[in-house]
Antibody
Framework: EVRLVDSGGRLVQPGGSLRLSCAAS????????MHWVRQVPGKGLVWVSG????????MYADSVKGRFTISRDNAKNTLLLQMNSLRAEDTAVYYC????????????WGQGTLVTVSS | EVVLTQSPGTLSLSPGERATLSCRAS???????LAWYQQKPGQTPRLLIY???IRATGIPDRFSGSGSGTEFTLTISRLEPEDFAVYYC?????????FGQGTKLEIK
């Protein structure tokens, strides 16, 4: 069974940093692109960042480029998102998502972790 | 960046009726990279359709997707009570991924 477990979300002050983690199991993690998607409660889905299988190709939404860094540890089946210079508008539930190979869609999602940026 | 516009914003129908949801892209999208998701309150999104028309694993055949280029459609042939939710389309191209703003399907 595919399982993605998101963690690391909490209350952080504007300008602060946070690192999110996604623990993956039930599939060959190293063979799949992985992504982060966020959602302000009650609002729509927004893609944040993605990475290829070996970490050599990373992609970012313009709103987070230069502030967020995606990475992965294939030995530990873990996806990470380092979030720096956080802003109030980064407040959202962050989901990690598994890429459906060859189709650029997301076939499995973590349960989400809430990041709140506020003073 | 490709902008996806979904219509209508809210669709009010009764169980047993047919639902037609639209997703329009600001520029042509490869059908290979067009997907639909369902999200119920308090739940994570669920992949329904990928490659514009292929049902994901375990998705009932009352859900179908169609379209190409800039116009895509999700159809639910006969609404069941559990189908009332928010639906999103999503595309991938040029190392970018975008979602539509969602259509809320509510019980009339």
């Amino acid at each position: 069974e595919v399982r993605l477990v998101d963690s690391g979300g909490r209350l952080v002050q504007p300008g602060g940093s946070l690192r999110l983690s996604c623990a993956a199991s039930g599939f060959t993690f190293s063979s799949n692109w992985m992504h982060w998607v966020r959602q302000v409660p009650g609002k729509g889905l927004v893609w944040v960042s993605g990475m290829n299988t070996d970490g050599t190709h990373t992609m970012y939404a313009d709103s987070v480029k230069g502030r967020f860094t995606i990475s992965r540890d294939n030995a530990k089946n873990t996806l990470l998102l380092q979030m720096n210079s956080l802003r109030a508008e980064d407040t959202a539930v962050y989901y990690c998502a598994k890429d459906l190979i060859g189709h650029g869609s997301f076939d499995y999602w973590g349960q989400g972790t809430l990041v709140t940026v506020s003073s | 960046e490709v902008v996806l516009t979904q219509s209508p914003g809210t669709l009010s129908l009764s169980p047993g009726e047919r639902a037609t949801l639209s997703c329009r892209a600001s520029q042509s999208v490869s059908s290979t990279y067009l997907a639909w998701y369902q999200q119920k309150p308090g739940q994570t999104p669920r992949l329904l359709i990928y490659a514009a028309s292929i049902r994901a694993t375990g998705i009932p055949d009352r859900f179908s997707g169609s379209g190409s280029g800039t116009e895509f459609t999700l159809t639910i042939s006969r609404l069941e009570p559990e189908d009332f939710a928010v639906y999103y389309c999503q595309q991938h191209g040029n190392s970018r991924y975008t979602f539509g703003q969602g259509t809320k399907l509510e019980i009339k």
